[in-house]
């Protein structure tokens, strides 16, 4: 039997579609190897988002090319945000790769399996939950439902690389997540880098909400999460199904990226601050017990310290629960790059970016230890280091001791100590 192995680097978004493929490559015949030297085919499922990513992108090309010269028939495909719309430059770049298909074209794919000998389609792919019934070793599913974004916000590559905005039609993610609860499954996280946009390209026009109240329907599922969300896109609609739908989880991924309206303008945003802030005290009156996080870039060209400083008291006045913080680092080929110098030198980035990460450590040491004797609901994933973990519907990781198989079970928990980055309890009886 041929063996396969998936190098994921990246977002969720790149490892549920990693997912996807494993399970199509288990439905055609291939098993999965534990490493990259024992398999016949290795498929590099890259990201490009920040020059780091790349790097490792372009260092993990050249492993393979190493690999390949030892072993010529081994297969090598790459995919993911990578590969751009001139293949036959990356073909001419990186000879040792042997096919390269856009992120989430799996009729491409499909293709060259085909081309191989192997006998399959599209569908059989779109299908791959349906053909597996084992159950998973996780009782959390990451589900892509819209591809590609069509924002063009100025610093952001993902638009040229992943393309325009096609959804999942809503019958096969529902279908799919059913498969999926069959299957052991409990909770799922919705992706799209814009999940706000989900379902206006496809016949009648179903939105998120929709999609959430059909997914609230499905027996034996018990939470739903969503990310990303956009906040010029976020709808009224999609914040009362949220208040009111008993199964999505209060958690929204919310990001803001600055706190200064000049940059957010010259970032092509499309609010203003004032505007977010109005979004986050409605999302906060109708959904009260929500958590919030978001992400902010630190120096964007022409970061002023005092539009830095507008950053910095927005964090302090919104109070997030979580705050993703990046340095700008320009991506070629897209609007900022074009326009605008990288002039905030390496020495103020780093510095404001550990100005964020400290006020928010302090944010969030105050919020964790709210929870403090309180008793949550905790999914249970798995054990590191001789403790349970989970997540609380709020998405709070919280630790415990037990001596039970707890994996895949809704425990209740009793906080007994709280960190910026997580909680610890003990288990307060099984639900
Ligand atoms: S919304 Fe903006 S940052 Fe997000 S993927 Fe689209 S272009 Fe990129």
């Not at 996807?20 to 590099?44: F, H, M, N, T, W």
């Not at 919705?190 to 059909?214: K, R, W």
């Not at 999302?283 to 964007?300: A, E, K, M, N």
């Not at 326009?339 to 905030?344: A, H, L, T």
């Amino acid at each position: 039997m041929p063996r396969y192995f998936i190098w994921t680097i990246g977002c969720q978004m790149n490892k549920a579609e990693s997912a996807r493929i494993a399970s199509y490559l288990d439905s055609i015949g291939y098993q999965v190897a534990a490493a990259p030297k024992e398999a016949d085919l290795v498929v590099l499922n890259t990201c490009v988002v920040r020059q780091s990513a790349e790097n490792r992108v372009l260092g993990t090309l050249g492993l393979l090319k190493g690999l390949k010269r030892e072993r010529p028939n081994l297969s090598i495909l790459v995919t993911g945000c990578f590969v751009d719309s001139n293949i036959e430059g990356l073909k001419r770049r990186f000879p040792q790769v042997d096919f390269f298909f856009k992120p989430g074209a799996y009729s491409q794919l499909t293709s060259w399996t085909q081309k191989q000998g192997i006998s399959t389609t599209e569908q059989g792919l779109l299908r791959c939950a349906h053909n597996d019934t084992g159950k998973l070793s996780s009782p959390c599913a990451f589900i892509p439902i819209i591809q590609g974004c069509n924002r063009f916000c100025s610093y952001c590559i993902v638009p040229y690389r992943r393309g325009r905005e096609i959804s999942r039609p809503l019958e096969e993610v529902v279908c799919e997540v059913k498969e999926l609860v069959k299957r052991g499954v409990k909770e799922v996280t919705l992706l799209g880098q814009n999940v706000d946009s989900y379902g206006h390209d496809l016949p009648g026009n179903p939105d998120l909400a929709d999609l959430l109240t059909e997914l609230n329907g499905i027996d034996d599922l018990a939470r739903i999460r969503f990310l990303t969300n956009h906040p010029k896109d976020i709808s009224q609609k999609l914040i009362e199904a949220i208040a009111s739908l008993n199964k999505v989880c209060e958690h929204l991924e919310l990001p803001v990226q600055s706190g200064d309206d000049d940059i957010l303008k010259a970032m092509r945003r499309g609010y203003s601050v004032e505007q977010y802030c109005e979004l986050l005290r409605a999302i906060r009156h109708h959904i009260p017990p929500v958590s919030l996080s978001t992400d902010i870039i630190v120096g964007f060209p022409g970061e002023t310290e005092d539009q830095f400083e507008h950053t910095f008291s927005l964090l302090k006045e919104m109070r997030f629960d979580v705050v993703h913080v990046a340095a700008y680092s320009p991506r070629s080929g897209t609007i900022a790059w074009r326009k605008y110098e990288d002039n905030v030198t390496p020495e103020v980035k780093k510095k404001r970016l550990s100005r964020v990460e400290q006020v928010q450590a302090g944010i969030a040491a105050e919020i964790n230890s709210t929870y403090q004797g309180k008793i949550v609901e905790v999914l249970v994933e798995s054990k590191k280091k001789g403790k349970w973990y989970g997540r609380t519907r709020s998405d709070k990781l919280v630790f415990f001791a037990d001596n039970n198989d707890c994996s895949g079970q809704l425990m209740k928990i009793r906080i007994e100590k709280t960190s910026p980055w997580s909680l610890q309890g003990k288990v307060e009886y099984n639900s």
